[in-house]
């Protein structure tokens, strides 16, 4: 694509976020037809944010999250500092066109992981980690259908990010665990259970997180030291309200909630 045209795409993006429409597709002239394309209008958005990008997210984690929005692979999109809620917080889902959420673990990354001459290990990339968090995801999107947008779009849209709660950080103990056969449980006041567990991220959260920092450097970004990346729902997502409460709860790594 031109960069004019990556732009206007990002701008027009943006304005619907803003204005919490949806459209069928972009303009055809603005539609990106690969992954890269699609990263280099998501970049455009974080440009937009009012600070420096909070961290990234991993959509698309399980086979049947990506035959439901019809994608090749897991994909990666920005967290912005703006739309990052704490334990507890009070959230606005008035304009949700998806109405889900998602339990999911989430690192804080000590170090810069910079591109390098061979993919990271999971072991180098758990090295650089200070802390692990549970956390919600409400995921959204700007496509009336976006099961059918297809991959280059749902990049271009930032991965579906939208709303992200990040809970207390766990101590040290989450080294010692088989995060892959972790049990989490998701709730809501309805009531509505989902229930979980790590290897339902890409058959574990670490190999989810190192697949995040490989993505990015293969493309030309990294990820900073600071950032927080949030690995995927580790449960089926479930369905929200305005007036409920939401829930997510990690055993002995903590638990978080929000109201919206």
């Not at 970049?43 to 019809?70: N, V």
């Not at 990666?76 to 704490?86: D, I, N, P, Q, T």
């Not at 697949?211 to 089926?236: A, S």
């Amino acid at each position: 694509m031109k960069e004019t045209n990556v732009r206007k795409a990002a701008n027009h993006l943006w304005k619907l976020w803003k204005e919490h429409e949806t459209i069928e597709s972009l303009p055809e002239p603005l539609k990106p037809i690969s992954r890269a394309e699609g990263y280099a209008i998501q970049a455009c958005l974080e440009e937009r944010s009012e600070e420096p990008i909070f961290g990234w997210k991993i959509a698309a984690t399980s086979d049947a999250g990506q035959s439901h929005i019809g994608v090749s692979g897991p994909m990666a999109g920005r967290l912005l500092k703006e739309r990052v809620y704490s334990d507890g917080d009070v959230i606005s889902v008035d304009k949700s066109l998806m109405k889900v959420a998602e339990a999911e673990f989430a690192f804080r990354i000590a170090a810069d992981l910079p591109p390098k001459g061979h993919p990271y290990s999971v072991e180098e990339v758990l090295r650089a980690v200070s802390h692990l968090h549970p956390s919600i995801e409400i995921p959204d999107s700007r496509f009336k259908n976006f099961a059918s947008a297809g991959e280059a779009q749902l990049i271009a849209d930032n991965a579906c990010a939208h709303e992200f709660v990040l809970g207390p950080p766990s101590d040290e103990i989450w080294r010692t665990l088989d995060l892959k056969r972790h049990a989490v449980e998701l709730k809501t006041t309805k009531p509505a259970t989902e229930s979980g567990k790590g290897g339902n991220v890409l058959g574990d959260p670490r190999i989810a997180l190192t697949w995040l920092v490989n993505e990015l450097c293969q493309f030309g970004m990294y990820v900073k030291q600071n950032q927080v990346i949030t690995t995927g729902t580790t449960t089926q997502p479930i369905t929200i309200e305005k007036g409920m409460d939401v829930s997510a709860k990690f055993g002995v790594l903590g638990s978080v909630s929000a109201r919206l």
